[in-house]
């Protein structure tokens, strides 16, 4: 089974099979520029060749890895072998069997999968505890003998301080975690997680996962990767690389979504019409409505000869566009190509040559014809329509308009801006826009696509996001009891639908790792007052501290509590209202403590997603307060805590907040 000096010089194997892997890849750089049969297979092997050295020389600098699997002589397929598990596949010597088998590989589940009671083939796991790139220990477990318990390396790296980027879970993956990470590439998943369950780790490690499993398909189909806000996207970008992935396209929606600058903010009311999902046929009606029946023929000159598309045929011929039910512009093209085609047997009867340049020449001719009976669109020309005024809407719409005055009132400009190019768009703007704009023309789709914090998406938003996915799939993930939107979801079957994969598989994770026991009891006790039918959270952690404290002054509560998580290894983050986080930083400030670094004040309204070893929650009434879905926005405060939650307020806390059992909070 090998000993600590025998697994440290392994690790020397596995540096030295890192290098030959360097110096290969390397080596058929220079090779694939004089092999490949022609420039565009030349061009493609070449970048294909200089991507896989940039990869190699850019891995991560950590353990070559994690996890030992010693098969039983009794495993049919794997008997008497010995697997180190890790990170990225390390080839062995002059072609022997790898030295490090990828954690993706289907050996690898056993590492995850496996128990006493189910030990699958295995005899032995071995999990290795490791200070930076020094291997330090080793535990194991004789599966074959029913042993199996507690592992201390295994609890000390879930307890581990969070300092920087979110970090990769493959040595702590759990069962439950084990199989939402290898779901099949076809089957859209909805994961359902509280705070700390690992629910976004698992969404990343399944995009690894897939593009190991399905590399071909999805290196031509894509995989994106959509998170709540930039802070989040810095936050989480780290952990893809050190999988080994490095082509998976990350960005927030609105990043996606952004084809106009946005220069203005709706307000609360106009912004729950504008992601109502009713916009969708608002926005149909304006676009299509811009088609009008045809009053003349078509006619083109060409030379002395006069072609002609009677009145009659034009009708049929945009009235079959309609009918197909195809995107806007493409509907604009089939009758361009139906006239042109159309003219072309007319002339050919007469014995016309018709090439291409004159079929070209055709077709630019009979543009103002089809201008006016399908005239060409933009979205933001459309956009504009609509938000000037219902008059044109309600004309168009069977049976009246789709919104009431009230709403219409809402998202009306009041002083309408006098062109397009002068108009002012909002962030709701981006996602009608969208809408439009796929109206007009399909947008680009992915093989899959994973969504964090779906439960904030609106009706609207979700749409965009399922023609992305229209012929891939999705990981959905969430926690309904972080709905702090307008519109946040009370149900994932609801939302799934909208997000076009009614079919999808909800699934709850309800253990969790990286929030401690005590701050998730506490924060459990929000959840009656959420209106979210969610399972309370149970801890894996027996650590951390939660200390409640009342003040006098807030900002030197703060201070005094930020002084003292100093003693700490670890982040620091201060969570207060929007509005108390200037002042708050002032105060710590005044008292010599530098904000930077270790230690971050955050707003509320953006600390969804984040993880910081100590937090200070400043004020918890004053977060419930701020908001319709104030009590949300706490729970999501509360459980940013990884080992230390200090809560100081100055005001009486939420009476919704309460210790286990039902008695009040108080600071004692």
Same mark, same amino acid.
């Given at each position: 089974?090998?000993?600590? *000096?025998?697994?440290?010089?392994?690790?020397?194997?596995?540096?030295?099979?890192?290098?030959?892997?360097?110096?290969?890849?390397?080596?058929?750089?220079?090779?694939? !520029?004089?092999?490949?049969?022609?420039?565009?297979?030349?061009?493609?092997?070449?970048?294909?060749?200089?991507?896989?050295?940039?990869?190699?020389?850019?891995? &991560?600098? /950590?353990?070559?890895?994690? /996890?030992?699997?010693?098969?039983?002589?009794?495993?049919? !397929?794997?008997?008497?072998?010995?697997?180190?598990? /890790?990170?990225?596949?390390?080839?062995?010597?002059?072609?022997?069997?790898?030295?490090?088998?990828?954690?993706?590989?289907?050996?690898?589940?056993?590492?995850?999968?496996?128990?006493?009671?189910?030990?699958? #083939?295995?005899?032995?796991?071995?999990?290795?505890?490791?200070?930076?790139?020094?291997?330090?220990?080793?535990?194991?477990?004789?599966?074959?003998?029913?042993?199996?318990?507690?592992?201390?390396?295994? =609890?000390?790296?879930?307890?581990?301080?969070?300092?920087?980027?979110?970090?990769?879970?493959?040595?702590?993956?759990?069962?439950?975690?084990?199989?939402?990470?290898?779901?099949?590439?076809?089957?859209?998943?909805?994961?359902?997680?509280?705070?700390?369950?690992?629910?976004?780790?698992?969404?990343?490690?399944?995009?690894?996962?897939?593009?190991?499993?399905?590399?071909?398909?999805?290196?031509?189909?894509?995989?994106?990767?959509?998170?709540?806000?930039?802070?989040?996207?810095?936050? @989480?970008?780290?952990?893809?690389?050190?999988?080994?992935?490095?082509?998976?396209?990350?960005?927030?929606?609105?990043?996606?979504?952004?084809?106009?600058?946005?220069?203005?903010?709706?307000?609360?009311?106009?912004?729950?019409?504008?992601? *109502?999902?009713?916009?969708?046929? %608002?926005?149909?009606?304006?676009?299509?409505?811009?088609?009008?029946?045809?009053? !003349?023929?078509?006619?083109?000159?060409?030379?002395?000869?006069?072609?002609?598309?009677?009145?009659?045929?034009?009708?049929?011929?945009?009235?079959?566009?309609?009918?197909?039910?195809?995107?806007?512009?493409?509907?604009?093209?089939?009758?361009?190509?139906?006239?042109?085609?159309?003219?072309?047997?007319?002339?050919?009867?007469?014995?016309? +040559?018709?090439?291409?340049?004159?079929?070209?020449?055709?077709?630019?001719?009979?543009?103002?014809?089809?201008?006016?009976?399908?005239?060409?669109?933009?979205?933001?020309? @459309?956009?504009?329509?609509?938000?000037?005024?219902?008059?044109?809407?309600?004309?168009?719409?069977?049976? #009246?308009? @789709?919104?009431?005055?009230?709403?219409?009132?809402?998202?009306?400009? &009041?002083?309408?801006?006098?062109?397009?190019?002068?108009?002012?768009?909002?962030?709701?703007?981006?996602?009608?826009?969208?809408?439009?704009?796929?109206?007009?023309?399909?947008?680009?789709?992915?093989?899959?696509?994973?969504?964090?914090?779906?439960?904030?998406?609106?009706?609207?938003?979700?749409?965009?996001?399922?023609?992305?996915?229209?012929?891939?799939?999705?990981?959905?993930? #969430?926690?309904?009891?972080?709905?702090?939107? &307008?519109?946040?979801?009370?149900?994932?079957?609801?939302?799934?639908?909208?997000?076009?994969?009614?079919?999808?598989?909800?699934?709850?994770?309800?253990?969790?790792?990286?929030?401690?026991? =005590?701050?998730?009891?506490?924060?459990?006790?929000?959840?009656?007052?959420?209106?979210? *039918?969610?399972?309370?959270?149970?801890?894996?952690?027996?650590?951390?501290?939660?200390?409640? +404290?009342?003040?006098?002054?807030?900002?030197?509560?703060?201070?005094?509590?930020?002084?003292?998580?100093? =003693?700490?290894?670890?982040?620091?983050?201060?969570?207060?209202?929007?509005?108390?986080?200037?002042?708050?930083?002032?105060?710590?400030?005044?008292?010599?403590?530098?904000?930077?670094?270790?230690?971050?004040?955050? &707003?509320?309204?953006?600390?969804?997603?984040?993880?910081?070893?100590?937090?200070?929650?400043?004020?918890?009434?004053?977060?419930?307060?701020? !908001?319709?879905?104030?009590?949300?926005?706490?729970?999501?405060?509360?459980?940013?805590? %990884?080992?230390?939650?200090?809560?100081?307020?100055?005001?009486?806390?939420?009476?919704?907040?309460?210790?286990?059992?039902?008695?009040?909070?108080?600071?004692?």
């Amino acid at each position: 089974m090998g000993t600590l *000096d025998d697994e440290r010089a392994y690790v020397e194997r596995c540096a030295a099979g890192l290098r030959r892997m360097l110096d290969g890849a390397r080596d058929n750089v220079i090779v694939g !520029e004089t092999v490949a049969g022609d420039r565009y297979s030349a061009e493609r092997l070449g970048r294909h060749l200089k991507s896989l050295a940039k990869e190699l020389s850019e891995e &991560p600098d /950590g353990p070559p890895f994690f /996890g030992r699997l010693d098969f039983g002589h009794g495993s049919a !397929e794997h008997g008497g072998r010995a697997y180190h598990i /890790g990170r990225r596949h390390i080839t062995g010597e002059h072609g022997g069997p790898p030295v490090v088998i990828d954690w993706r590989a289907p050996v690898s589940r056993a590492f995850y999968r496996a128990s006493a009671r189910d030990p699958q #083939g295995v005899a032995l796991r071995r999990r290795f505890g490791w200070s930076g790139t020094t291997l330090t220990g080793f535990e194991d477990e004789r599966l074959d003998r029913g042993e199996e318990g507690e592992s201390r390396i295994l =609890a000390a790296e879930i307890e581990r301080p969070r300092v920087g980027p979110m970090r990769d879970i493959v040595a702590t993956i759990q069962p439950e975690q084990d199989d939402l990470v290898r779901a099949e590439l076809d089957t859209s998943i909805c994961v359902q997680g509280a705070p700390g369950t690992g629910k976004t780790a698992v969404g990343l490690h399944r995009a690894a996962y897939l593009l190991y499993a399905h590399r071909r398909r999805l290196e031509r189909a894509g995989v994106l990767v959509l998170g709540p806000n930039r802070t989040f996207l810095g936050y @989480v970008s780290a952990v893809l690389p050190t999988l080994g992935e490095m082509d998976v396209e990350q960005t927030t929606l609105e990043r996606l979504l952004t084809t106009v600058p946005v220069t203005a903010a709706d307000g609360e009311a106009a912004a729950v019409v504008k992601h *109502d999902a009713r916009m969708a046929e %608002v926005l149909r009606l304006a676009l299509y409505g811009r088609i009008v029946k045809p009053v !003349e023929p078509v006619v083109v000159a060409d030379g002395s000869a006069r072609w002609r598309v009677r009145e009659d045929e034009l009708r049929r011929i945009v009235d079959g566009a309609r009918r197909a039910s195809l995107p806007y512009g493409v509907g604009r093209e089939r009758v361009r190509a139906q006239v042109v085609a159309s003219i072309t047997r007319q002339a050919e009867a007469r014995g016309r +040559t018709a090439n291409a340049a004159w079929t070209r020449a055709v077709a630019r001719a009979v543009t103002p014809s089809l201008d006016a009976v399908w005239p060409a669109a933009k979205p933001e020309e @459309v956009l504009y329509e609509v938000l000037r005024g219902p008059a044109a809407e309600v004309a168009r719409a069977p049976g #009246g308009s @789709v919104l009431t005055e009230a709403e219409w009132a809402a998202i009306t400009w &009041p002083r309408p801006p006098r062109s397009v190019r002068s108009a002012r768009w909002t962030a709701a703007d981006l996602v009608l826009l969208d809408e439009v704009a796929a109206m007009i023309e399909r947008p680009r789709g992915y093989g899959h696509v994973i969504v964090d914090e779906a439960q904030d998406l609106s009706p609207m938003e979700c749409r965009a996001v399922a023609r992305r996915a229209e012929h891939g799939s999705l990981t959905v993930l #969430g926690d309904l009891a972080q709905g702090t939107t &307008p519109w946040a979801a009370t149900s994932w079957q609801d939302r799934m639908a909208l997000l076009g994969k009614p079919d999808g598989r909800v699934i709850a994770l309800t253990t969790g790792f990286r929030v401690p026991g =005590a701050v998730v009891e506490l924060a459990n006790t929000l959840l009656a007052a959420l209106g979210a *039918d969610v399972p309370a959270t149970r801890s894996y952690r027996a650590d951390g501290r939660l200390r409640l +404290t009342r003040v006098t002054d807030l900002g030197e509560g703060v201070a005094a509590a930020v002084r003292e998580a100093y =003693a700490y290894e670890g982040s620091i983050g201060v969570i207060a209202t929007d509005a108390a986080v200037e002042p708050l930083t002032s105060a710590i400030s005044n008292h010599g403590l530098d904000v930077g670094g270790r230690l971050s004040v955050v &707003p509320a309204s953006a600390a969804k997603g984040l993880e910081y070893d100590h937090v200070i929650v400043a004020e918890p009434a004053a977060i419930a307060g701020a !908001e319709r879905r104030g009590l949300n926005r706490l729970y999501v405060a509360l459980t940013r805590a %990884v080992s230390r939650l200090d809560v100081v307020h100055a005001r009486p806390l939420p009476p919704q907040l309460t210790r286990p059992g039902g008695r009040p909070v108080d600071a004692r």
